[in-house]
């Protein structure tokens, strides 16, 4: 597991830990930028679906990144991202909103044409399955989500907007035609501590071996 430079100087730093996870190529200056590739402004090269080696951290960002993980593997995350952080840290991700998704890609009932149809079919697998996506949340799963972590406050925010100043202003990717009423992406911050309430495990067997099925 290669260490860079800034790295070892974020590992000195007397400052509160703040981790960047699924940074890609849009690094934050003054967190750890994580990802498992090695690409232009990560400082850790890390997979994080091998842990987080990290304690006390006062603030995790991810932006575009739990979508990525498979659901177990997002779940097992949002645990961890609980366990590093302090106890008065914050979580805050955005992913895109599967509300918004199916609501602007697939016009169910609107079609003039087949190829509208056709082009919609494309468009909903494209979401599920493009960009090596794995997981799509709407709200409420987002939210069982974090309680299944055991976080206890959950708060959804709007686009670069917080109440904590260096959580305001991080998000980088382009807006897809929101309104305010349906985001394209879900913004949550999770803090404090809550005993884990698990998501149905019914739910997630069945979920798992449709997966495993071919
Ligand atoms: C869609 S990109 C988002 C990059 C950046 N956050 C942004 O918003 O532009 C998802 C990133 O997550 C990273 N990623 C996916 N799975 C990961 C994992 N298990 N551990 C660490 N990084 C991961 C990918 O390498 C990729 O850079």
Redesign the pocket.
């Known amino acids: 597991m290669p260490i860079f430079g800034r790295e070892r100087a974020a590992e000195r730093s007397t400052g509160p830990l703040r981790l960047?996870?699924?940074?890609?190529?849009?690094p934050i200056p003054g967190w750890l930028n994580?990802?498992?590739?090695h690409?232009p402004g990560v400082d850790r090269v890390?997979?994080?679906?091998r842990g987080l080696p990290f304690e006390n951290v006062a603030m995790i960002y991810?932006?575009?990144?739990l979508e990525?993980?498979e659901l177990e593997?997002g779940l097992a995350?949002l645990v961890e991202c609980r366990r590093a952080l302090a106890d008065d840290g914050i979580l805050r991700v955005?992913t895109p909103n599967l509300d918004w998704v199916l609501a602007s890609h697939y016009r169910h009932g609107r079609w003039t044409t087949d190829d509208e149809a056709i082009s919609d079919c494309f468009r909903m697998n494209r979401a599920f399955h493009g960009?090596?996506h794995r997981f799509l949340y709407n709200r409420q799963a987002l939210e069982a989500a974090l309680s299944a972590a055991g976080f206890s406050t959950i708060t959804m925010h709007r686009y670069g907007e917080s109440d904590v100043p260096e959580l305001a202003g991080l998000e980088?990717?382009e807006k897809s035609g929101d309104t305010a009423e349906l985001p394209h992406v879900l913004i949550v911050q999770a803090s404090g501590r809550a005993a884990r309430r698990e998501i149905s495990r019914e739910l997630r067997e069945e979920y798992r071996q449709a997966l495993e099925a071919r």
Request: glycine share 14%.
């Open positions: 960047h996870l699924g940074c890609g190529q849009s994580i990802d498992f590739q690409l890390l997979d994080v679906r991810g932006e575009h990144f990525h993980l593997e995350c955005s960009w090596g980088r990717h």
